[in-house]
């Protein structure tokens, strides 16, 4: 409750960031309250909490199955991979980042502006950088369903590439921060439902271009030097490497690039609730 | 100095959470009332600026514990912009404002946990049913579930809303929201309750209902601060109040106090026939001073059947006179230069 005070008092001044600490990120104090919150609403709505489930699903299975019948293997560092595998690390990249684009655009769109859900909660001792970390924090727990299940039926169908596939599973929750922390502060600059085309324009390629489908080696040389700076190649390159067991300081670099990404989301984000809800 | 504050803040929220009855124990509240030197809410050259609009334009105000306090203005006064300043839900633009002893800039999260809010508009959770509503509100102020059930189960009884308890909001009528709205305010037992037109769209029961549920409040020690466009419930329920206009105070008072020294004790009010003109002219000098709205003239006087017959001398064409008390509708009318139903 200190800290939600302390997080509180941030409200008005630039960018609270050094207050966001790991140990807050996860929503702990009264951010709590609005994963409680998000759980009243979606006891009755589950179907949707399903949908987002199959998705990566059919996904999964079209892509695995039709193009590993044309591809065979891929070399990746030097060793030659099932394509099978090397699509789906990239695969569950990409579904986290589509899951948690969709949830903190449309979502937080919905609640910021036609429902006011934050209009309420910031009349309580709730803050804007309480409510920020417990949409976060709520995004990361479907996040983390979702990539549980993917993981999960990607080992039934005998896709993984290594018994280290299981720390996958907390890469593609960070992969949902990152893009869940970017989502949200984006969306609080958006006006009008219109907005999201741009959502659209900037999701598309990167979920084309980020090395996803096949290796990065087959741009040409600028065109893999801007994928290596875009996030979602984060993603992909730290849940393939994963996956393999393929371990380096690269990965370590691609964490922390995804982890500074949602931070900054994050402080950005309730800087603006702040600014729009409480003006 | 800040005793009164203090004693005041012990059944606050964490008393609510661990399940103890009301947060204002009467006691306690009568103890308050003799140590009156520090007031609950307390601003000084207030100002609220939205760019190059001046909303709140340099107010001082003190609001005392138990107090029920009143502030009427037109439309664009500056009335929501205060309650929402005090709410600690719009950061102060310039001057100072303390609030249950705390600036609204350092512990707004502190305040907040002690004040129940009744917005302008409605801000129900539109994706939850009724209950749900109250109990999820009640947990942002981290009230046990045991605790907001037994207390919901009481408010949608006062809002008259329990069997539609499970029902979504949205298809609830106007004023059935605007009870949701007030019966959620209430769910944290708040000590300091902020009702920004409460009533707007109540019907004529429920709007006495709610008096009469602000009464017992203000008899418990619940500091009231209110603003309304009606003129009998500031009269009905306000200890004391200020009229704004564009953004400053221009009076303050009790009801009483201002009545008696913006408005005469009678008023003569005539309906005039339609597209009259020189009404003024022709009635010069029967009364202390004559306001002349779209369908009536408004004679300030202390005798008002006096007035009466030196209309009918000059030969005025009324349609309808009647003699009645200042209100506090004149007193508005006087200090704002506009009447509160047009
Ligand atoms: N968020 C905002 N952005 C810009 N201007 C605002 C904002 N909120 C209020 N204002 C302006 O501040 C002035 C005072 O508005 P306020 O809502 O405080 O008046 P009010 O007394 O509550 O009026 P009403 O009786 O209509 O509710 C108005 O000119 C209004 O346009
Ligand atoms: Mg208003």
Redesign the interface.
Known sequence: MKLATALDSGRGRPFPLARITPSTLLGGGRARRVVERNILVYRRGWIFIVSGFFEPFFYLLSIGIGLNKLVGVVEVGGRAIPYTSFVAAGLLAASAMNGAIFDATFGIFFKLKIVKTYDAMLSTPLGPADVARGELAWALIRGGAYAGAFLVVMAGLGYVGSGWAVVCFPAAVLVSFAFSGAGMAATTYMRSWQDFDLVSLAVLPLFLFSATFYPLGVYPGWLQLIVRLTPLYQGVALLRGLDLGLFSWSLLGHGVYLLVMGALGLAVSARRLSVLVLP | MRLGVQAASQPG?QDASAGTPPAVAPSAASAQRSVRSEPLICARGLVKR?GSIVAVDGIDFDIYLGESFGFLGPNGAGKTSTMRMI?C???VSEGTLRVLGMDP??????I??R?G?V?QED??????TVL?NL???G????IPRRVIRERAKRLLDFAELTDRAHSKVDPLSGGMKRRLTIARALV?EPDLLILDEPTTGLDPQARHLLWDRLYRLKAQGVTLVITTHYMDEAEQLCDRLVVMNDGRIAAEGTPHSLIERYSTKEVLELRKPLGMTGVAERLAGIADRVEELADRVLLYTDDGDAALEAVRLREFPYEHALVRRSTLEDVFLRLTGRSLID
């Open positions: 929220a939205f709410a839900m719009s950061p800039a350092v512990d707004g999260a502190k907040r946990a004040i809010l917005p801000s129900l959770d539109l994706e939850l749900d109990i999820i509100y947990r942002y102020f981290d944290s």
